[in-house]
Nanobody, 119 residues
Framework: QVQLVESGGGLVQPGGSLRLSCAAS????????MGWYRQAPGKQRELVAA???????NYADSVKGRFTISRDNAKNTVYLQMNSLKPEDTADYYC?????????????WGQGTQVTVSS
């Protein structure tokens, strides 16, 4: 079992910045990758950024150059630094951890944190 606790959402003006944090606990040794997804009202959940245990990253095209995902292994925490925020970044953001169960991968999810970009 992996538990994920997110923090850092809120209201920000266009062009502003926010940093989301996701602290993992439990069977963290089984985690292969962590990432951030988002879901806007009426839309499907989409991948924003992900980072593997080896440090490889990938980003959605819509956030490349503006968002940065990083991890602090000592704190078992993943961060999403979001700069130059746009109104279209408004969504609920969910932390994800993909863990190996011994026979397959399993996705764990945080409770979500709301990000609103508005003037």
């Amino acid at each position: 079992q992996v538990q994920l606790v997110e923090s850092g959402g809120g209201l920000v003006q266009p062009g502003g910045s926010l940093r989301l944090s996701c602290a993992a606990s439990g069977s963290i040794f089984s985690i292969n990758a962590m990432g951030w997804y988002r879901q806007a009202p009426g839309k499907q959940r989409e991948l924003v950024a992900a980072i593997t245990s080896g440090g490889s990253t990938n980003y959605a095209d819509s956030v490349k150059g503006r968002f940065t995902i990083s991890r602090d292994n000592a704190k078992n925490t993943v961060y999403l630094q979001m700069n130059s925020l746009k109104p279209e970044d408004t969504a609920d953001y969910y932390c994800n951890a993909r863990a190996w169960t011994g026979s397959s991968n399993y996705d764990y999810w945080g409770q979500g944190t709301q990000v609103t970009v508005s003037s």
